[in-house]
């Protein structure tokens, strides 16, 4: 009785100091501060980075203006390009884009619409949880293991190492993160909104794809930009799936099947290991390149999800 | 409605892909002229009508060392032939081995001499090679530009510093004692000893334990292949050269080019062959002349079969061994042009294999 007496007359008196303004939450304070100290941190180091790229990346625009963008590599600081490279991000997205929302899409439909919430689904559930958190780089070996063996058999010549096994590689590297997100999105819609289909008279497969695919498009949209941007900026596996850390004659495009190829973070990498100085320059000049497709990609995104956005 | 907003969206989705692929091949198209136009001598023209030039296409992997020589080589050849495609990486002198001779590769870039164990590999599947040296590199041994203690090392001196003996050596002064048993009286200060170099990997840490370690390590009965194992490696040289640069009493060792483009953070230590020898410093001369101790050669290994079978690899390889091909790649690229003669030899032994 008496604690419930004085804490009643606790908040009694903190709330009297409060409107009165006399009392002083010194800890309360210091957890706000703490938290901007956390924000403004993570806010510098951003900072820094973008600085830091933009300083070095701006002489080489300047000086070359488009022609980085449409030079090929070069083993010439001042002539290299990344014209190959952005070819290559793209046919990778795309390749990545037609691969995994379809499966992802249809995978994350099934387990949250069609299957039970039985032991089986609950444990398969735990293992895509699992596959989002292995490291790129077990997934660049399956891709050599599985997809460019596959390429090689179907293309015979032994030049299975080529931008489709790359992009079946990121695909199923970003795959459960399309599944996961997909399944929050489809769970979050109220189910007072499939009753009413289904009170209607809808069959589950209208209810699916009229009412809960369209309320759950801007979740959905959100997780394929996720993984799309993932995509995109993944070295490791690409190394081992078969993209050129060097230089090549020709285009990405121009041989999906036999030729050579590469991505912007493989020219990234390869440039900042390179001994001329003139190359780091170069490669934060690649580095503007890569964020500015992933900030397109994303925009695209966010002006398709605004679109989709409803009010129930 | 629900039907139709959801139709319009996917329409949308898919027409952004299309665009983002058009994009593409938009650039794609117009990269060749504008870098026709802008470099002429940059290359990378393969798909165009093939005017006097060579049509084939040449896969060159190996060392990261030899990479820029081979991939300029290229770029120059392909400027002056329609229709030469090339790809040109550089993993790493073992890995381009590996790849080599399971037949994957035509020409193997190499910063040291095949080994014996990838020698009979390339026996196994039955390739058949031809051995061209093509340049010279040095290794360059380094500490922080603020270092005044040490200005020159033997090659016992840095036996008893990185060797295997030294595992645990925290400060220079510790390896004194393997020091002065070798003969040498170079003075180590009593000063913290952080170590960076290349990883096994790399074909510079072979190289590296080969020249300067390997007598010595024989002699002491010690592991000749091996450096101390607790010292910091990286695959990257710039970071090895960042490494060395952030410590004052650092030491380390990295290929030649990557010291030359650094000066400004790290300072080179001449190195002596013998016990208490002439020290020399690291520059074009001394690497082309061998009296830089850790000079090494670079090589090209070419599948001989392939290259009777595929023209575009030895008008590659003929147009690589031309007299000024080199050179002028290495106006660009930090390395060691080899003497007229030693590329007239080089000649000799690819007209005899080819």
Known sequence: ?312 | MQFTTSKRLVALAFGAMVIAGACGNSSATSAPTSSATAAPTAGATAGASQVAGISGSIIVSGSSTVEPISAGVAEALAAAKKGFKWTVTGPGTGDGFKTFCAGETDISDASRKIKDEEAKLCADKGIKYVELKIAFDGMSVLTSVKNTAVACLSFADLYALVGPESTGFAKWSDAASIAKALGSNTAFPDAPLSIIGPGEESGTYDSFVEIAFKAIATARKQDPKVTRPDYTASANDNAIIDGIAGSDTSLGWVGFAFAEENKDKVQEIKVAKDVNGTCVAPDAATIADGSYPLSRSLYLYVNTAKAKANPAISAYVDYYLTDGTISKVLETVPYVNLPAATLAATRDAWAAAK
């Open chain 1, 1 to 312: 009785m008496s604690t419930i007496a004085s804490s009643a007359g606790a908040t009694q008196a903190s709330v009297r100091a409060a409107l009165t303004g006399k009392h002083r939450d010194t800890a309360g304070t210091v957890f706000q501060v703490a938290l901007l100290a956390s924000l403004l941190f993570s806010l510098a180091v951003l900072l820094v980075l973008v600085v830091d790229v933009l300083s070095k990346a701006t002489p080489v625009f300047a000086e070359r203006g488009v022609a980085f963008l449409t030079s090929p590599l070069s083993s010439n600081p001042a002539k290299a390009g990344v014209v190959q490279g952005i070819v290559g991000t793209a046919v990778l997205a795309l390749i990545v884009a037609v691969v995994a929302i379809p499966i992802g899409l249809a995978t994350a439909i099934y387990l949250e619409e069609y299957a039970g919430d039985t032991r089986f689904t609950r444990f398969v559930q735990v293992n895509i949880r699992n596959l989002a958190g292995v490291p790129s780089v077990v997934y660049g070996l399956l891709g050599l293991s599985v997809f460019v063996a596959l390429a090689n058999s179907l293309d015979g010549a032994g030049n299975g190492r080529n931008i489709l096994a790359g992009g079946a590689t990121l695909a199923v590297l970003v795959l459960p993160i399309v599944v996961i997100t997909s399944i929050e999105a489809l769970r979050a819609v109220p189910n007072s909104i499939r009753e009413a289909g289904y009170g209607v008279g809808a069959s589950q497969w209208e209810v699916i794809r009229k009412l809960i695919l369209p309320s759950a498009m801007p979740g959905i949209l959100t997780g394929v930009v996720l993984a799309l941007s993932r995509a995109l900026g993944e070295t490791a596996p690409l190394v081992l799936a078969g993209a050129v850390l060097g230089s090549f004659s020709g285009l990405s495009l121009e041989s999906l099947f036999s030729g050579s190829y590469t991505a912007l973070p493989m020219i990234v990498y390869d440039w900042s290991r390179k001994p001329q100085e003139a190359f780091r320059e170069d490669a934060a000049a690649a580095i503007v390149v890569l964020l500015a497709i992933t900030l397109f990609a994303n925009g695209i995104a966010i002006l398709l999800r605004n679109r989709s956005e409803k009010a129930w």
